[in-house]
């Protein structure tokens, strides 16, 4: 309904109120409209008919002799051995888009060869070369997953070192804050009006971005490297001024519905949080017996 504030509503960014402000009837998009949209469609399935074909060209080559590794290569495939990988990894390290692979070797033995594996971008083929018996992994086994999960953390630290030092030239007057942007390859955005218990549009929300916000002034207008999701992020204020009051009287009723929402689910949360605390849970005889025999 038109005029009406939602619940607040949670986001990968925060949580947000939704006010509706104008309702226009349902209607057909021109093909102007959504013919960008349309391009990457095409674009994506003929990629993946191409990916396709190729696979199928590979599986004819070996069914008529050729080697695994020679008939992918010799059709411009990637040939990739990966590393040991259990049935209820998400994906295999460093072969990206790969749950379906997972799903399909483990019902194979050693030696056989599933055929076309289609993923959510790829198209894969391939053979299971070694079954290893549950065990615990040695430091070899497991020194490339080590390594991809590290690589995240280290990138985010190199990241964030290199900002602050062109933060600092930022902050002595040597670069301006495009040049700092361009030199750690990242992008301006320019925010017309900041509130800090709005969420920035492609920023993920958190106290420590809410708070270098909150600190920015006109005495001290830089702030950051703050990690903010997978970016890391420097704001710069360019001006700030007084806030615009003109359509507090209009909407004052939604800031106090709003406030009063938020005040509201802090009570809740607090009432909730003190009862699990004084919490004393006891099993019935029906839900040990359900237990027994599950284990």
Excluded: C
């Excluded at 599933?114 to 083929?125: D, H, R, S």
């Excluded at 600092?168 to 955005?189: M, P, S």
């Amino acid at each position: 309904v038109v005029g009406k504030v939602s619940e607040p509503v949670r986001t990968d960014f925060g949580f947000h109120l939704i006010k509706v402000t104008e309702k226009k009837p349902a209607r057909f998009s021109s093909l102007e409209e959504v013919r960008q949209s349309v391009e990457s469609q095409l674009r994506q399935a003929r990629a993946m008919d191409e990916a396709v074909n190729r696979a199928e060209a590979v599986l004819k080559a070996i069914n008529q002799g050729q080697g695994f590794t020679e008939a992918a290569t010799a059709a411009g495939a990637t040939v990739q051995t990966s590393p040991l990988f259990q049935a209820r990894d998400e994906e295999i390290t460093g072969i990206p888009d790969s749950r379906a692979v997972i799903e399909a070797v483990f019902v194979l033995n050693e030696g056989e060869m599933a055929g076309l594996i289609k993923g959510e971008n790829n198209v894969f083929l391939a053979r299971l070369v070694k079954v290893v018996p549950e065990h615990q992994a040695g430091i070899d086994e497991v020194r490339e997953r080590i390594i991809e999960e590290l690589k995240p953390d280290l990138q985010r630290e190199a990241a964030l070192a290199a900002a602050e030092s062109l933060l600092g030239r930022a902050k002595a007057g040597e670069i301006d804050f495009t040049t700092l942007a361009t030199e750690a390859k990242g992008e301006v955005k320019t925010e017309e009006k900041i509130r800090s218990e709005v969420a920035l549009v492609g920023i993920v929300s958190s106290d420590t971005v809410d708070a270098a916000i909150d600190g920015l002034s006109t005495v001290n207008p830089w702030a950051g490297p703050v990690p903010a999701g997978d970016r890391i992020v420097v704001f710069h204020l360019v001006s700030a001024g007084e806030p615009d009051l003109s359509a507090f009287e209009t909407e004052k009723d939604d800031y106090a519905r709003q406030l009063l929402v938020d005040k509201q689910r802090r009570a809740l949360k607090a009432w909730i949080d003190g009862l699990m605390k004084k919490a004393n849970i006891v099993y019935s005889e029906e839900w040990k017996k359900m237990e027994a025999r599950e284990e």
